[in-house]
């Protein structure tokens, strides 16, 4: 695997790395012992798949409050995603920053996200599907989110919204 830094401390992007024969290829998506020697947490405890039927499906902006914080490893499976991060964390040098990334069944390239980031995407295929891997199980009373639109980040989505549920479009702005 390919491990890259992001501008977001604690945030990497990850790329398999391919060995192709006359089969086509093989590569790894996850090891413990690699993800522990870049310094991510190997602790994977639930795995998620998110299927969107359509293109501009927005899901966020997502997290988990402590004790319940999680670490995600995503990937988009099928299609093609604008991944959001946004660093919550304090103490963080990159606190209320965020990161875009695209993430396609293509590329096979994935996000790591780091306790008390919030997350969320766009579709930006017809059909697209995401497979989640997380730190920590969900807990709904632990379960917090912002709106997409918060002018406190003012995150540049590259397509219009065109489906979002009433949770995420009634989400208040965030507060500290």
């Known amino acids: 695997m390919i491990f890259s830094e992001t501008k977001l401390a604690g945030v990497v992007e990850i790329e398999v790395e391919r060995k192709y024969d006359e089969r086509g290829f093989f590569a790894r998506s996850w090891c413990r012992e690699e993800f522990a020697a870049h310094g991510l947490n190997p602790t994977l405890v639930q795995c998620n798949v998110s299927f969107n039927a359509h293109k501009g499906t927005l899901r966020g902006m997502h997290f988990q409050s402590a004790p319940f914080a ?23 040098t990159t606190h209320r ?13 994935m996000i790591y996200i780091p306790e008390g980031c919030a997350h969320g995407f766009l579709t930006l295929s017809g059909t697209s599907e995401i497979f989640y891997q997380m730190s920590n199980v969900y807990n709904s009373e632990a379960a917090r989110g912002f709106r997409w639109n918060d002018p406190a980040f003012s995150i540049s989505w590259p397509d219009a919204v065109r489906v979002i549920s009433e949770r995420d479009r009634t989400y208040p702005d965030f507060v500290a």
């Open 70 to 92: 999680e670490c995600k490893l995503v990937r988009c499976t099928q299609g093609a995603i604008y991944d959001v991060v946004v660093d919550l964390r304090p103490g963080s």
């Open 97 to 109: 920053q965020w990161i875009a990334v695209e993430l396609t069944s293509d590329k096979r390239n």
